[in-house]
């Protein structure tokens, strides 16, 4: 079954479209974690077990398991996560030449979908597009201040760039499985790539921490109902100061979040 289908019965079953970024910084994880073998994955385990009815999809951003502990941990994650029956969106911004890109790809046996980076061009994303199951999130105007540098560059058609990237993920959609990253700082530029390209669920970091606006993110970040909107420091460093509790704390950021993300649904 398509990625986004899933996504769609995943999203009606648990009525919602918050994904629970799981970015799991060691140096914020409760002290009484962090004796376990492996202390991301003790804490993923809880922060999954308090959030999973009000998660779309887990978002592991891999810079937090690039390690080899970090990996296993992140083993354990995706695989406790498909357990509970969330599916598991990997942010690890991926592309490459193409011996290397495939390489890339393997991870899509693990994770049900990838951020990517289109930065290299079609060829570089291939085996990622190729993969009719897996869902793929192209990097299109990005959250981040600095993400004008470049995604805001003005082509000889008049058009920005993150326009353009908007029209070519769409041509590379021909499998169903294409969605762009638009981040919730950018109201307009949601807009705007939603008129643009209304058939492409876009996943909308930038909620939580970067303040970004979640009604933009509802309003324009759902194709037909599907598309994911973020939120990783947010929900799971929301109990900081809670100890032994910090999960049930994460898991009612996660509810609220939830309802209000929900307020702005159709
Ligand atoms: O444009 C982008 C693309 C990816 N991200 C990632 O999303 C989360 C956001 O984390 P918060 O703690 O909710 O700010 C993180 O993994 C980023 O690397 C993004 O923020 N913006």
Redesign the pocket.
């Known amino acids: 079954m398509n990625f986004f289908d899933r996504l769609h019965d995943r999203i009606v079953t648990v009525d919602s479209v918050v994904s629970v970024?799981l970015?799991a910084d060691l140096s914020r994880i409760p002290d009484h974690l962090l004796d376990y073998d492996l202390p991301r994955w003790a804490f993923n385990r809880r922060i999954i077990d308090a959030t999973h009815e009000h998660a779309a999809a887990f978002?592991p951003?891999a810079?937090f398991y690039e390690d080899p502990d970090g990996w296993a941990a992140l083993e354990e994650t995706i695989a406790y996560a498909h357990g509970k029956g969330v599916p598991v969106l990997l942010?690890a911004k991926r592309a490459d030449i193409g011996n290397t890109t495939r390489k890339y790809a393997e991870i899509l046996e693990r994770a049900d979908a990838i951020?990517v980076n289109p930065y290299m061009g079609r060829d570089s994303l291939q085996p990622f597009l190729a993969n009719e199951e897996a869902g793929v999130f192209v990097?299109c105007r990005?959250?981040?201040p600095g993400?004008a540098d470049l995604q805001d560059l003005e082509l000889e058609t008049g058009e920005p760039l993150y326009e353009r990237v908007a029209a070519l993920a769409d041509l590379w959609n021909e499998n169903d499985n294409v969605g762009l990253?638009v981040?919730a700082t950018k109201p307009e530029e949601l807009e705007e790539l939603r008129e643009q390209v209304p058939d492409l669920p876009f996943l909308v970091?930038?909620?939580?921490?970067?303040g970004g606006d979640a009604e933009a993110a509802v309003e324009y970040g759902l194709a037909g109902g599907v598309g994911l909107i973020?939120?990783?420091?947010?929900i799971i460093f929301a109990g900081e100061d809670a100890g032994e509790a910090f999960a049930n704390v994460s898991g009612q950021a996660a509810k609220r979040l939830k309802k209000r993300l929900n307020q702005y649904r159709e």
């Open positions: 970024g970015d978002k951003n810079a942010d951020t990097l990005t959250s981040n993400g990253v981040g970091p930038g909620v939580g921490a970067q973020n939120s990783s420091r947010g």
